[in-house]
């Protein structure tokens, strides 16, 4: 340990090399390049499924799980979400920073591709889409009904 005795008998040289260092860290920091609302685009795709007349049970084992299971095999997952209700799953994949959206997109739309045939015949659709966190609604509505069709529902909107 010569370190503590070589600062010790020349102290004036180590307080200009700490005085450097520590000068040096300062400029490095004004310098350093900012912005107050970095771009930061985590990708991100959801798959919905249209699965009529199945209950929430149903579309988890027959939708969710082959569905999770062939996404799971993709690099860069950040988080996934899935949701099972009467007759619509909806699975949210989100990738990690940095990662090409649409590169990403292609895999999870060739996984879900993959798998299709597995899938029940039953399905009336599949639809994949690609988000980022820049695709905000202001205000969404939806417009329900228990009894009126697509087409009346499609009018009043």
Known sequence: MKLPKLALENHQFFIILISLVFLSGII????MPRSEDPLVNPAGTS???IFPG????????LIIDPLEAVINRLEDIKEMRSSAQDGLAVIGV???A???PDEKYSDVVQEVNSVRNDLPEEILSIETRKWSITDVNIIQIALVSGFAGYKELEHEA
């Open 98 to 100: 940095g990662s090409d």
């Open 54 to 61: 199945a209950s929430p049970v149903d579309v988890e084992e």
């Open 28 to 31: 490095s920091f004004v310098n």
């Open 94 to 96: 989100e990738f990690e």
């Open 47 to 49: 798959i919905i499924v």
